[in-house]
């Protein structure tokens, strides 16, 4: 299957600072998918990524699908207390596309801790 | 519109027993795919579902099972419970051509 690479595993930093995470795959995705996940709940989407070299904000958080699309990053800016949580990247694989319909891959997670 | 539906939150069963998740997808999607999140492995795939029928099926044994309804609403069923079946249990949905999976809130099963 493909692998996803998340980097860092945890990030501990202080309410004000930028926040810079990202993923690298084995292969060529379509689609870049951010999501973070608070204790308990289900993965909420943050952000999605259709078209190699795609930049998208949503608030102060910036996502970007690599040109060479098998990598993507994330930004968070002047994090808060709220931020707290673990983010996660995910994929749909080209490679994959009409045989795994639906099947997304995802990164371990990066834990952001934001202290006051 | 509402969001993807989960019942019941929280479950706990023994090994042995047999057990149905049921999720409710976001209004008009037809796609319903289930993962299962554990601290060992992540998310992992198990299958997805279009329009009453399996697209795509992860690595997981024939224990898991899943149906689609005419509604799209979906169940999954794991039998024979095992302790390293204890996870969370999560549904997403998306609308149909898309690539973007809308997650609900898990089911979180403890096998004793």
């Known amino acids: 299957g493909q692998q996803l690479n998340q980097s860092p595993q945890s990030m501990f930093i202080q309410e004000g600072e930028d926040v810079s995470m990202n993923c690298t795959s084995s292969?060529?995705?379509?689609?870049w998918l951010w999501y973070k996940q608070d204790p308990g709940e289900g993965p909420v989407l943050l952000i999605a990524?259709?078209?190699?070299?795609e930049l998208t904000s949503n608030g102060r958080l910036t996502a970007q699908f690599g040109i060479t699309r098998k990598d993507s990053f994330l930004n968070i800016s002047a994090s808060i207390p709220s931020d707290v949580g673990i983010y996660f990247c995910?994929?749909?694989?080209?490679?994959?596309?009409?045989?795994?319909?639906?099947?997304?891959?995802f990164g371990r997670g990066t834990q952001l801790t934001v202290w006051p | 519109k509402a969001g993807v539906t989960q019942t019941p939150r929280y479950l706990i069963k023994t090994r042995g027993q047999q057990v149905t998740l049921s999720c409710s997808p976001i209004?008009?999607?037809?796609?319903v795919s289930w993962y299962q999140q554990t601290p060992g492995q992540g998310l992992q795939f198990l299958f997805e579902y279009f329009s009453e029928t399996q697209r795509n099926k992860g690595n997981f044994p024939g224990r898991f099972s899943g149906r689609q309804f005419s509604n799209s609403r979906s169940e999954m069923n794991v039998s024979t419970l095992e302790l390293g079946d204890s996870a969370l249990y999560l549904c997403?949905?998306?609308?149909?051509?898309?690539?973007?999976?809308?997650f609900g809130p898990g089911t979180r099963l403890t096998v004793l």
């Open positions: 292969s060529i995705f379509n689609t």
């Open positions: 990524l259709y078209k190699a070299g």
């Open positions: 209004s008009g999607h037809r796609s």
């Open positions: 995910a994929g749909q694989s080209t490679v994959d596309r009409g045989s795994t319909l639906g099947r997304l891959y």
């Open positions: 997403a949905s998306a609308d149909t051509g898309s690539d973007t999976q809308y």
